[in-house]
Each structure stands twice: as structure tokens, then as C-alpha cells.
């Protein structure tokens, strides 16, 4: 367990309207990482970072933005939310002295 | 294209008897896999791992075997018990190092 948190755990937005997911980690791992999962699609990698400032983008970006101001904060933004945003959002770390991903709790993630 | 491939979507077992999860991978030059076991509502937790110089990881009630010439993995629980039953996801660190890719699960369910 590397102490992550996401917040908020459970959300309900109206389309076009803009969401912040927040993921916090205590283990002061570099590697963090935006997933969603859908039905029928296991885990998709949305957006990644390899360091403060430093991101990169997943298979399916399209729609989100993330931002790393701190090592231990990795925010993933719906600039516009759309109903095929309806997922459930897992955060995880990866440390440099370790050869697993560490997962969150998830949010769980309604558009209407 | 899907780079690895979990084609069962589910798998029922008696308890007691032996559980096998398949994974098949595309991509010859991926040399580390993990597979991940998933309860409702909450993250993915690690589970067991292989490296693609070795053919075999055990531990305790579960191994991973890895046939590299057929670029397939598989995860033998044995015995199965009713606390098994969760969803199972194979994944392989990508070729950069610096994220997994995952397959799209298999639910395992196990009956006493």
C-alpha cells in the first residue's frame, strides 16, 4: 500500500460542466498515473507523469488534462464533462525502488 | 491493437479446484508481467509478477507461468477459494519502462 487517496471518491456532474479529480500520495513515488475503467475495456491509461511538471499522455487522452505541481499531488481535469466521461478513476504510483503500480481507491465518476 | 489480451471475460470454479487465468501479448520485447486481482468498489492490488527470464513464479497458493516462444502467461490459483473470486487483470511493463499496459480482465468467480 503506498498511502494513496483520491478525492472525491464519488461524484455526480452535469455535462459541460468542469471536474477536478485529486490523487495524493505519501510514499513520495515519482511515477504517478490517471486510469479508467469501463466495462468491456479493463484499465486504460489516461494520462501519466514522470516528475513534478512532467506529464504525458495515455491511450485515451482526449478530453482530460493533468497537472503535477508537487510530487505528491497528480490532478486529472474534464474540462467539459461529457457523459462517455461516466467511468470509475483509479490513480496509481510507481516508485522508482519498486516493480508494482500502486492503486488508489478510485472515484467513481457520473456524468448526466 | 490490443498489445495483451485476456479473451476469457469470466471463469466459474468449484473451491478446491485449480483456477487458470490465460494472457496472451503481442509485443516480443515486453519482459515483465503482473497480474493484478480487482474487488468491487475498491483499487487493484498487485498479485504476482514475472520477469521473462525466468518461466515460473510461484507464491503460495499462486503461480505464473510465462511461455515466451507462444507470448503467453498464465495464472494457476491453487486451491481455489470463495475469497478468490474478484476480477484479474495480466498486464506487461511497456517497452519505455514507464507504464503498464493491461489486459481487459477476467472475473473469476468461485463457488463453495
Known amino acids: 500500500d503506498a498511502g494513496i487517496t483520491q478525492s472525491p471518491r464519488h461524484k455526480v456532474t452535469e455535462t459541460g460542466t468542469p471536474v477536478t479529480l485529486r490523487c495524493h500520495q505519501t510514499?513520495?513515488?515519482?511515477?504517478m498515473y490517471w486510469y479508467r475503467q469501463d466495462p468491456g475495456h479493463g484499465l486504460r491509461l489516461i494520462h501519466y507523469?514522470?516528475?513534478?511538471?512532467?506529464?504525458d499522455k495515455g491511450e485515451v487522452s482526449d478530453g482530460y488534462s493533468v497537472s503535477r505541481s508537487k510530487t505528491e499531488d497528480f490532478l486529472l481535469t474534464l474540462e467539459s464533462a461529457t457523459s462517455s466521461q461516466t467511468s470509475v478513476y483509479f490513480c496509481?504510483?510507481?516508485?522508482?525502488?519498486?516493480?508494482?503500480?500502486?492503486f488508489g481507491p478510485g472515484t467513481r465518476l457520473t456524468v448526466l | 491493437d490490443q498489445q495483451v489480451k485476456q479473451n476469457s471475460p469470466s471463469l466459474s470454479v468449484q473451491e478446491g479446484r485449480i483456477s487458470i487465468l490465460n494472457c496472451d501479448y503481442t509485443?516480443?520485447?515486453?519482459?515483465?508481467f503482473l497480474w493484478y486481482k480487482k474487488y468491487p468498489a475498491e483499487g487493484p492490488t498487485f498479485l504476482i509478477s514475472?520477469?521473462?527470464?525466468?518461466d515460473k513464479n510461484e507464491d503460495g497458493r499462486f503461480t505464473v507461468f510465462l511461455n515466451k516462444s507462444a507470448k503467453h502467461l498464465s495464472l494457476h490459483i491453487v486451491p481455489s477459494q470463495p475469497g478468490d473470486s474478484a476480477v484479474y487483470f495480466c498486464?506487461?511493463?511497456?517497452?519505455?519502462?514507464?507504464?503498464?499496459?493491461f489486459g481487459k480482465g477476467t472475473t473469476l468467480s468461485v463457488s463453495s
Open positions: 510514499e513520495n513515488h515519482r511515477y
Open positions: 509485443n516480443s520485447m515486453f519482459d515483465y
Open positions: 514475472i520477469s521473462s527470464i525466468k
Open positions: 507523469s514522470y516528475g513534478v511538471k512532467d506529464t
Open positions: 496509481a504510483t510507481w516508485g522508482d525502488n519498486t516493480d508494482t503500480q500502486y
Open positions: 498486464a506487461a511493463i511497456n517497452q519505455a519502462g514507464t507504464a503498464l499496459i
